[in-house]
């Protein structure tokens, strides 16, 4: 049934979200002696929203972000060596192990065995390729794709290049906003695997996401279960899985 | 003769490195009030040195490492206000227009209605995306290939997933360490175009460059003549190239 089955990295295959948090926590630790009561997240984020155009994703626009926030907020006052310690940050963010969400490797490399798999990751070139290299799981993909937004031009544009009927494929990922609906738009197929947390950017309204029909499972684990199903309808064992679709 | 032709992007179709020389230039007038004879750039490319394996090309790191030896130059006496000032840098140069050097469209267009045409170019995917868009090039290249380096592994795996027999392609950039020796190495053939100056982290060796074969022309003008002849040996109308090879 499908030609191409592709997976979002970022908090589908790996922790990510859980690496900028902890590390927003240790900015707002870091610019606690200047600040009183301010809310260093909720400024962050309007600074990483307003760069975006410019910066893209990825650990070297959120430490941009973090830099401009940390000016702004202390009023100039934020001492060079606190704007080295921000750099020193990210260095760690970029050494932080690649750590697996439980199940994937098993998930990845069952679906593999049967299907064409295809990487699409929006974010750094650098961030992305060195966390796929990190995570043992590289020779599952056939396709790599790193983009730079995740719309439903993006997803037409790699169908097209690979020749690929929008029918005939299936994405799986965290991100409503990324990596299910704009798939659905396009007359793909998409399932939803919920992250604990969600970036505030890659949230979305849930009258619009109840507007599309995609599939949803709790765990990744479901995943080989769902696409057998989904491939033979008749077999059906179960279902682990919800069909979110507009009542 | 040639299944697929590949262009660098950065100095081969469009200025790139001058506008990093006159940033930098930006930046030594900036910290000229805190320093006495101090060489700005020397202390700039060692950084940017040091920080190419966690940040890799492009503006954002640039602007990382300038940041860096702003404070590390400045014993951290560098203001944050000018700190702010060198994230506007990066700002001004994201909003740069894209300028084709002289000749590249014609020749773009007249190589692209006989064969094959990519792009591939290293850095950052955001930056490159936005000069290719902006270029008015991105439909003359069937594909757009953007990397994290350039080296015989890139080549052999970009030749693979497009199943491409390397005698069969052509490389054609300014870089002699990037787009020349690496493909010749893998058995390609390559072309390249100098560019009035060039990054001292692209710089290679003349004792090592005379040791592959590989084709010069002055001007990218002249880049159609040359794959005419190389196409048809007979019918060579001129030689408008220099054979570079090991005497």
Redesign the interface.
Known sequence: MFDLIAFDADDTLWHNESLYTATQQKLEQLLAPYLDGVDVAARLYATETRNIP???YGI??F??SM??T??AL?D??????D??QI?AF??AM?DTPTQLLEGVKEVVAQVAASHTLMLITKG???DQ?RKLERSGLADYFA?IE???EKTEETYRALLA?YKVDAARFLMVGNSLKSDVLPVVAIGGQAVHVPYHTTWQHERVDPAVAQQSHYFEVAHISELPALVATLQNPKSKIGRPYELVTLV
Request: charged share 15%; proline share 0%.
């Open positions: 410019y910066f893209g070297k626009s430490t941009l830099i401009e940390a000016i202390t100039g006052r934020v001492a060079s060596a704007i080295q750099i990210a260095k970029i750094d070139l650098l390729q396709h790193i983009v730079a290049h």
